[in-house]
């Protein structure tokens, strides 16, 4: 059975930061591509960040430069850095993981790409 169990969101000011981790059981984050999703109240859920088998990284653009996904192979987690928080990222974040190992991917995917979620953790960033 694949779990991914999402912790770390929390409600900030505009400009703190957040780090958002996410434990996997039942497959290996460094055999297949896992990513950060997002939600807004009203909106489609949509990419943030993925991290290849290899570690080769995508990021949408209202994140570059602010956002950095990352794994630890040995607690087979996935993390994903947030400095910078701006209000438009409030959301319900979500982890997820590529049902096949060993893909990887140029650009980020939609939502229907991934087999496995976790249940999200809110953020909140208030200006």
């Known amino acids: 059975r694949v779990q991914l169990i999402e912790s770390g969101g929390g409600s900030v000011q505009s400009g703190e930061s957040l780090r958002l981790s996410c434990i996997v059981s039942?497959?290996?984050?460094?055999?297949?591509?896992m990513a950060w999703f997002r939600q807004a109240p009203g909106k489609e859920r949509e990419g943030v960040a993925d991290?290849?088998?290899?570690?080769?990284?995508n990021y949408a653009e209202s994140v570059k430069g602010r956002f950095t996904i990352s794994r630890d192979n040995d607690k087979n987690t996935v993390f994903l850095q947030m400095d910078g928080l701006k209000p438009e990222d409030t959301a319900m974040y979500y982890c997820?993981?590529?049902?096949?190992?060993?893909?990887?991917?140029?650009?980020?995917?939609?939502?229907?790409?991934?087999?496995?979620w976790g249940q999200g953790t809110q953020v909140s960033v208030s200006s």
């Open positions: 991290i290849d088998f290899r570690g080769d990284t």
């Open positions: 039942g497959v290996s984050v460094n055999t297949r591509a």
């Open positions: 997820a993981a590529d049902g096949k190992p060993g893909r990887n991917y140029p650009s980020l995917l939609p939502a229907s790409r991934y087999s496995y």
